[in-house]
């Protein structure tokens, strides 16, 4: 079976500070990876996606940058963290059909 | 482009009641469809799915859905809910497999005991 971690569980970070947040999929080879950033209580905006290694398509960039450096993980990342980073972060994989399985979710606070 | 629209920001019920959430979706062509719950501090779960055939599918924890092509729906129901069903539920479309998935803005369901 297929498992998606996601590390850290939450941090809590300065403004102006480096972010790497990350994401492994066990299980399954060549996933469809993806990246979403949720604000408080609210929508789901999909950040990034990634079908192979070393290739990544932004969506919606919000200061942020994706990375793939193996098949298996994917990184999101900032060299400066601003307070409209706060949020619950998650990375979902996708298989050969339509749906797509969530990971656990990091939780950022940006202070 | 695909949409979803979830028309009811937060829904309350009280426990052994019957729920329907609703969800309409804007797709030209045939869509896949999908419900996922969030629980507090969690990931998404999927709770069901249609791709085709019975227009009423099944999930877990005894949900259901049904898609009404011709109202471009796809509602949410169960027939007697349980405090534990207190959650945030999103509706979401997509054209296909290699297809981006667009969900709705989420539907906080309050289960009153």
């Known amino acids: 079976a297929q498992t998606i971690h996601q590390w850290p569980v939450a941090e809590i970070k300065a403004v102006g500070s480096p972010l790497s947040l990350g994401c492994t999929i066990k299980?399954?080879?060549?996933?469809?990876l993806y990246w979403y950033w949720q604000a408080t209580g609210g929508t789901l905006q999909q950040l990034f996606y990634?079908?192979?290694?070393?290739?990544v398509e932004s969506v919606v960039q919000l200061n942020l940058s994706a990375s793939r450096p193996k098949d298996d993980q994917f990184i999101l990342s900032t060299e400066k963290l601003l307070l409209s980073h706060s949020g619950f972060y998650l990375c979902?994989?996708?298989?050969?059909?339509?749906?797509?399985?969530f990971g656990p979710g990091t939780r950022l606070t940006v202070l | 482009a695909q949409s979803v629209t979830q028309p009811d920001a937060r829904v309350t019920v009280s426990e052994g009641a019957s729920l329907q959430l609703r969800c309409k979706y804007s797709?030209?062509?045939?869509?896949?469809l999908f419900w996922y719950v969030q629980y507090p501090r969690q990931g998404l779960q999927l709770l069901l799915k249609?791709?085709?055939?019975?227009?009423v599918v099944q999930g877990v924890n005894g949900f259901e859905a049904e898609f009404i092509k011709s109202n471009s729906s796809f509602h949410l129901r169960k027939a007697s809910v349980h405090w534990s069903d207190s959650a945030v539920y999103f509706c979401a479309v997509s054209a296909g497999s290699n297809n981006r998935i667009f969900f709705g803005d989420g539907t906080q369901l309050v289960v009153k005991p």
């Open positions: 797709y030209s062509g045939t869509p896949y």
């Open positions: 299980g399954k080879s060549s996933p469809n």
């Open positions: 990634s079908i192979t290694v070393g290739q």
């Open positions: 979902a994989w996708r298989p050969d059909y339509a749906e797509q399985f």
């Open positions: 249609y791709y085709s055939g019975d227009p």
